[in-house]
């Protein structure tokens, strides 16, 4: 399995919900990313983990909240959205942290805050 | 934090013609991965590169870790309807402790081929 599977592919949510993002792998990579992309521009990273501990947070607002719950799973906790943070939101996987090998993106979920 | 300059921004060419794209970077990178983007999806690694100097290939496509470790291009050939879609290039700084940041990405490359 060579694969970073996300789930949902596409979600709408209002500004006073509560949603969560997925994310899974089964490669063994001990190093797992969330970016979030707008059209057109590069992801930008938001959380690292590694060995299931958060390592960076990027500045992100706490409307974000990550959560690894095993070295297999992780994920976006989102409340409280604004509009501006509608965009694509992307997982990736990688041996260890740093270590480029096998950088592996997942199909990213299209989030729209309405 | 580390900027990769990409370039061009955006590229309209015939099929079949050659096409190439570029990033550098003022800091020395000590890997450079290029990535393709479809719409809706997520990137996808095309070529990485390790070694200054080092030139691979994949299919049409060819890619070189540049000497002086701070550039590195992206070379398709005979381009085809479905090599449409942005490319980026990404790249791991180096400190100067020897150790390496997280990847940065550099602006995306947005390819139209026109049948």
């Known amino acids: 399995d060579t694969e970073v599977t996300q789930t949902p592919k596409h979600l709408v949510m209002g500004m006073t919900n509560k949603k969560s993002l997925k994310c899974e792998q089964h490669?063994?990579?001990?190093?797992m990313y969330w970016y979030k992309q707008k059209a057109k521009k590069p992801p930008e990273l938001m959380f690292v983990?590694?060995?299931?501990?958060?390592?960076i947070n990027e500045s992100v607002p706490s409307r974000f909240s990550p959560e690894c719950p095993n070295s297999s799973l992780l994920n976006l906790h989102l409340h409280a959205l604004q509009p501006e943070d509608s965009a694509l939101y992307l997982c990736?996987?990688?041996?260890?942290?740093?270590?480029?090998?096998?950088?592996?993106f997942g199909s990213g979920t299209r989030l729209t805050v309405v | 934090g580390q900027q990769l300059n990409q370039s061009p921004q955006s590229m309209f060419i015939q099929e079949g013609e050659d096409v190439s794209m570029n990033c550098t970077s003022s800091?020395?990178?000590?890997?450079w991965l290029w990535y393709k983007q479809d719409p809706g999806e997520g990137p996808v690694l095309l070529i990485a590169?390790?070694?200054?100097?080092e030139l691979t290939s994949n299919g049409r496509l060819t890619a070189q870790f540049g000497i002086t470790r701070k550039d590195s291009f992206l070379n398709i050939s005979a381009s085809i309807p479905s090599d449409v879609g942005i490319y980026f290039c990404a790249g791991q700084p180096l400190i100067s402790s020897g150790s390496a940041r997280q990847l940065t990405f550099g602006s995306g490359t947005q390819l139209t081929v026109l049948p």
């Open positions: 800091s020395i990178f000590n890997t």
């Open positions: 990736a996987s990688s041996l260890r942290d740093r270590e480029v090998s096998g950088y592996t």
């Open positions: 490669m063994g990579h001990r190093a």
């Open positions: 590169l390790y070694k200054a100097g």
């Open positions: 983990y590694s060995y299931e501990k958060l390592s």
